[in-house]
């Protein structure tokens, strides 16, 4: 590029030459004042390069346009910054930037790596891998503005998972053979069975390597995937006897007015079970209510229960559950939509899913559910080994295994896991016998949220 390098005398020549420009394509004469800013600036079209594999297992890459316009750049004129807050995906060429619109009270020029002052220009390319400066100048020479002016990009793919390991190992995992994962009040804790007996397996989301374990004590037949965590106290179904924990450790009885069997899921506002005769709510975990099904309740699954509630995507007052698992080897899905206003409220209902071959519900052993980032996320075991992440992004009707996005380390070895999420969108993993855990986070969900108004 043969820059347009400006001294003092060539400058103010300049201004005077271009005292009606406002350097935009559609600009037009104005009257000459002293006001100086830019006022927009719009990203023209850029180059990512995707990174990727062939049919051989090679290594290959290819490139893609990206809508600059997607990006927009915001400026915040009492600090003189201008930066687009959404950053530009990843791989994105940032060293051959050009701007499809400029728009401002003034003159513009931006300064090059030699320190030079040359006049912006209209498909000008300009390398963004640092910061660049640009000063407006008034159009009758008196005053001037320089902005700093960043083009950010992501160095992470925003629909990939980072992760990192907590611990290779830790002997108190020995000897389990089912755990259910819970985060409660930034504690995490594996409710188990280990050698046959109830234990219960914590530590501090800040120093997650520390573990300590504890025999659980007022559990007779204990079956952690039955565990539901509510309203901030653990809740289990022991031979048909409603029981409480608040550490996970020690249990008492719940004085309900209806015998649950079974606990099914947790909502927003309730806790769902079955008795003998039905399917039943609580706002409290005593008073139960008969909720309605779409179906017998010996419909519900029996083996490799799991459950999850999220939000309606149309509606934060209205949220759904998932029951899943199988009965007599066939796979079964139930839904309930739920007002959680409490104005009306809907049936469960009965996901058919042994006839569908669109990536039905995957049904294996020993696996865990969660609700992530407005969607559904599925893990298993399989082979003694951790199963890829499987994604239902509509409400439960199909689920996609995962091998790109929504990734998970490979060849995780385990005959049993925990599986949650936290507040701050982390997932937490713990592996059995070995006691690996790990901790990831979609990048995405990792971005700082820049600003974006300026008033003051």
Known sequence: ???????????????????????????????????????????????????TTNEAGADTSYTVSVAGAAYPMYIDHIRCDIYNPDSLPQHTDIEKIAFSTLVSDGTVTWRTDLGNDTLFVAND??????PRYFTCYSLDG????????????HNSASEEFSWSTISDENALFEGITAQKLFVNNGTLCVLAVKNGLPVALLASTDTPSDWTSAPIDGIDAFAPAEVQLFKGEYYFADRGALKKSG????????EADRNIVRLLAVGKNRIYGLAADGAYSSADGQHWQADETDGSIADFPGESVVAVWDKMAFND??????????????????KKVVDDNEVATEPWLLFPQGDNGNNPYPALAKSALIAYDGKIIYAGIDND?????????DG????????????????LEAKNFGLTADDDDYVWITCAPSGQVLKGRLNRLSYDDNQKVFDR
């Open 125 to 130: 390319t300009i390398n963004f891998s640092t």
């Open 247 to 254: 550490d996970g450790i020690n249990w008492v009885a719940v």
């Open 396 to 411: 439960g009707r199909t689920w996609v295994e995962q091998t790109g996005g929504y990734n998970l380390p490979q060849g």
């Open 142 to 153: 008196t005053q001037q503005k320089t902005y700093r002016v960043t083009v950010n990009v």
């Open 1 to 51: 590029m043969l820059y347009r390098i400006l001294t003092p005398i060539l400058l103010i020549a300049a201004l005077a030459g271009l005292g009606s420009s406002c350097n935009d394509s559609s600009s037009t004469e104005v009257a000459s004042t002293g006001d100086c800013a830019i006022t927009r600036l719009t990203l023209g079209s850029l180059i990512r390069t995707i990174y």
């Open 317 to 334: 007052n209205f949220s759904y559950l998932l029951v899943c698992g199988t009965t007599d080897g066939e796979t079964v899905v139930w």
């Open 385 to 393: 080994t951790l199963s890829n992440f499987y994604l239902s992004s």
